[in-house]
T-cell receptor, first 118, second 113 residues
Framework: DADVTQTPRNRITKTGKRIMLECSQTKGHDRMYWYRQDPGLGLRLIYYSFDVKDINKGEISDGYSVSRQAQAKFSLSLESAIPNQTALYFC?????????????????FGSGTRLTVV | QKEVEQNSGPLSVPEGAIASLNCTYSDRVSQSFFWYRQYSGKSPELIMSIYSNGDKEDGRFTAQLNKASQYVSLLIRDSQPSDSATYLCAVRGRSGSARQLTFGSGTQLTVLP
């Protein structure tokens, strides 16, 4: 199994519809992230979670919500999809050092979900 | 002002040459620096991390960090066509929301056979 699994891989939805993107991980890491990628804009952080009870907004959280159902699962929802939410969405996980400075590991990304809102 | 800036390219180098990718960042107290490689339609893959000034080498890759100049670079020696990809620079700050990775928009590299 992949370390990080995202479903669905591709999705086309209509404006105004609610849609959920799911992410699950097998590494047992506490830290999980949702990013979107648009051409020329790089990766932008939507939400992140350090554990089941700790969820934080990123730089572009408007129009999105998240749920951390368990340590291994972190879902992203678009309550009412709009065309400018058409993008490639990535979930990422991060391990943390047990000693010394925390958060020094890079992220491991899922394969991504290509979402098109028409 | 963008927090992490990269030349978007495209950068083209011949096979066997050295490819040099550059990144500047605005947060002077940034602590950790990463380079990711992303093939078209695929997810980013971590290839290098660097935390202190100087050079760090891993195979054909060398990361260089200069915190005084707020500059990090990636050198790819003996470039191969399989190195053709977009390279993302990512920076982690020291506190608050800045502790999350901020990504540049990427530099597209093409290695010509």
């Amino acid at each position: 199994d992949a370390d990080v699994t995202q479903t669905p891989r591709n999705r086309i939805t209509k404006t105004g519809k609610r849609i959920m993107l799911e992410c699950s991980q097998t590494k047992g890491h506490d830290r999980m992230y949702w990013y979107r990628q648009d051409p020329g804009l790089g990766l932008r952080l939507i939400y992140y979670s350090f554990d089941v009870k700790d969820i934080n907004k990123g730089e572009i959280s408007d129009g999105y919500s998240v749920s951390r159902q368990a340590q291994a699962k972190f879902s992203l929802s678009l309550e009412s999809a709009i065309p400018n939410q058409t993008a490639l969405y990535f979930c990422a996980i991060q391990g943390v050092r047990n000693t010394g400075g925390a958060g020094d590991y890079g992220y491991t990304f899922g394969s991504g979900t290509r979402l098109t809102v028409v | 002002q963008k927090e992490v800036e990269q030349n978007s390219g495209p950068l083209s180098v011949p096979e066997g040459a050295i490819a040099s990718l550059n990144c500047t960042y605005s947060d002077r107290v940034s602590q950790s620096f990463f380079w990711y490689r992303q093939y078209s339609g695929k997810s980013p893959e971590l290839i290098m991390s660097i935390y202190s000034n100087g050079d760090k080498e891993d195979g054909r890759f060398t990361a260089q960090l200069n915190k005084a100049s707020q500059y990090v670079s990636l050198l790819i020696r003996d470039s191969q066509p399989s190195d053709s990809a977009t390279y993302l620079c990512a920076v982690r700050g020291r506190s608050g929301s800045a502790r999350q990775l901020t990504f540049g928009s990427g530099t597209q590299l093409t290695v010509l056979p």
